[in-house]
């Protein structure tokens, strides 16, 4: 069994209907997916997006703020996804750290890898907030840069999605879904698993990235005791 891995799940996974803001229901759901990890001895990173709350491109589209400060308005947002994301893992019973990668010292731990690997070697779940800490970068790079310093053996992107399609599943009727796939063809425009530089990453570093599922109960575990039955795995 993969020992240590991490999960990132987007921002809007935990909108819920509404598209907007945090659905506790879907927390909750979300906290017991990890609980099932933590109790069957895996060791678990998490990294959350912000698109629920802004993104700073969204945010500058108009001209009047700039990007740059939007992508930190953003980076904020994952840190406010962060508290939610560690009081519902404490609701269930487990212990979880959030740190930061920009300093908030009342929030959050600041990011330190060492500090990260210690908290999971005695089960704390880490959750990473405020994406790399720079601006134009995304939540996906931050999981993929986060995942190869803690040493996961594999970062599972959470979705909606049962993985990674040739096409557009919700567009196109005859999508063909991919069980595997290679970085370079994830690295091809019309796939879109995650931005480049997140794929360049994992590539780099030899991460595997698992795209699944997030509805399908008991799915993280099955992928990582190796049933890919409900997802695609680029490597
Ligand atoms: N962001 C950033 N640097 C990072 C990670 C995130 O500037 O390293 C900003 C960026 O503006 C992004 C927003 O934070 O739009 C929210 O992250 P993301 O869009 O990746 O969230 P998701 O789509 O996963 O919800």
Known sequence: MDKRVLVKFSGEALAGDEGYGIDTKILDYIAEEIKELVDNGVQVGIVIGGGNIIRGVTAAADGIIKRTSGDYMGMLGTVINGIAMQEVLEHKGLKARLQTAIKMEQIAEPFIVRKAARHLEKNRVVIFS??????????????????????????????????????????????????????????????????????????????????????????????????????????
């Open 130 to 235: 405020a994406g790399t800490g720079n601006p134009y970068f995304t939540t996906d790079t931050a999981a993929t840069l986060r995942a190869t310093e803690i040493g996961a053996s594999l970062l599972i992107k959470a979705t909606k999605v049962d993985g990674i399609y040739d096409k557009d599943p919700m567009k196109f009727d005859d999508a063909v879904k991919l069980d595997t796939i290679t970085y370079d063809q994830a690295l091809e425009d019309h796939i879109k698993v995650m931005d480049d530089t997140a794929i360049a990453l994992a590539k780099d570093n030899k991460l595997p990235i698992v795209v699944a599922n997030m509805n399908e109960k008991g799915n993280l575990l099955k992928i990582i005791n190796g049933d890919t039955s409900k997802c695609s795995i680029v490597k």
